[in-house]
């Protein structure tokens, strides 16, 4: 597969590979998509797996798109492929007779209704563990998936511009450069493949910015003077202020979601803390309302939900089912809005009772503290990440840094 390709593939666990649509799937798309389910499946027979097909990131299937999965699942009839897509998608899906196809809201659903023995060659059964913990074994080993998978989407695409932009001899090439700067500069992968993505290309052939001069020194705000880390290390202060917003707000859970311009803007789970792998992986990349995070992003202000069971939106949707599930019934997320107004992120926390929380003096307390890692980020992007650029460009194969 290229780079560009709407298909990822997660590596399999013993019992399942799970092949990852994202994007629209136009005439060309749903050429390649019959093509590399052939492969897949055929793949997955050989393995004994079952196939799990996440369209989760496809808006919508024409006509054109259904006739390419008929036609290449309906002898699955007897162990058909799991479908893991959005409401509307799954409506889509019922407008035709697809009998190799069974969509599901969830790709906890979609695990859960296996069967207890794997379809094709049977495998010795690991030692002392009853179907139900094989089951939730499995969960366990594909929890977060859909967000590994399209990181390594992106990934693929940053490799595709370096090989392009240094003429590298190829794929192995692009990641090992990669993951040079990501170590050499405490920048995590996915981050500096964002920045490879969607910077400007490199000014000269020495530098990637021309002119940069000192550095500004990090934002001089409460929650960096009250913190003793190293301000460049993003895993570090992103616990930290999620910690903290935890203790102010005197909630049972939180999440911090950072967004990513390389992905429109997608809400990409950092840390968290409490309720269990079933919502983190519902969570793990956030595209859209009614998830409360999406709100409080697309709106730019606060949002407060007194009771996630009386929130019909949230609560027919899989990360509010999930919630229920785990026991949050109180959820306030306050968005990161950056000194030049942008919404960087935002700041969940849950609580176990339903009612309105938290009172207006904590709600002012976590917009500061929300204010104060907008403002660190903001700084971070402008400097720890173009430094992780110029690094990368001053250290590709053939341009040593003593040609800096």
């Known amino acids: 597969m290229t780079s560009r390709s709407p298909l990822t593939v997660v590596p399999a666990t013993d019992r399942v590979t799970v092949v990852c649509l994202t994007g629209t799937l136009d005439a060309d798309g749903c050429a390649r998509l019959a093509l590399e389910l052939t492969r897949h499946l ?13 369209m989760t990131a496809v808006p919508t299937v024409d006509e054109t798109a259904r006739r390419a999965l008929r036609e290449q699942t309906a002898h699955l009839a007897g162990a058909p492929v799991l479908v893991v897509a959005t409401p509307e998608v799954r409506k889509e899906l019922e407008q035709d007779d697809l009998p190799g196809l069974r969509p599901h809201g969830t790709l906890v659903e979609a695990l859960t209704s296996l069967p207890p023995a794997p379809a094709g060659p049977v495998r010795p059964p690991r030692s002392g563990n009853p179907p139900a913990a094989e089951a939730d ?11 590994k998978a399209r990181t390594s989407g992106l ?28 170590q050499q500069c405490n920048v995590p992968l996915r981050v500096l493949a964002s920045a490879v993505v969607t910077a400007p290309p490199p000014q000269t052939d020495t530098r990637w910015f021309v002119g940069r001069g000192t550095h500004p020194p990090p934002p001089d705000t409460a929650f960096l003077r009250s913190y003793t880390g190293d301000v460049t290390d993003r895993r570090q202060i992103i616990s930290a202020a999620l910690d903290t917003a935890i203790a102010v707000s005197e909630a049972d859970a939180g999440e911090a979601h950072l967004t990513d311009a390389a992905q429109d803007h997608a809400l990409f789970l950092e840390g968290h803390r409490g309720l269990g792998a079933d919502y983190w992986d519902e969570v793990a990349l956030v595209t859209g309302v009614p998830v409360v995070c999406a709100v409080a992003q697309e709106r730019r202000e606060p949002v407060a939900v007194p009771d996630v069971a009386a929130d019909d939106a949230l609560a027919a949707h899989p990360a509010g089912r999930a919630l229920l599930a785990a026991g949050s019934r109180a959820v306030y997320s306050v968005p990161l809005i950056t000194p030049e107004g942008y919404c960087t992120g935002t700041l969940t926390l849950h609580r176990n009772e339903a009612g309105i929380w938290p009172g207006a003096t904590r709600r002012a307390e976590l917009a500061r503290l929300a204010a104060d890692v907008a403002a660190w980020r903001s700084w971070y992007r402008r400097t720890v990440v173009l430094d992780a650029l110029e690094h990368l460009h001053q250290n590709r194969p053939g341009q040593g840094a003593g040609n800096s």
């Open 42 to 54: 055929d793949s997955a027979a050989r393995r004994g797996h079952r196939l799990v097909l996440d």
């Open 137 to 147: 074994h499995l969960r366990r080993e594909i929890f977060g998936l859909r967000a």
């Open 155 to 182: 990934i693929g695409i940053a490799q595709g511009m370096l090989i392009a932009r240094y003429g590298l001899p190829g794929p192995d090439a692009a990641f090992a450069l990669l993951r040079e700067g990501s």
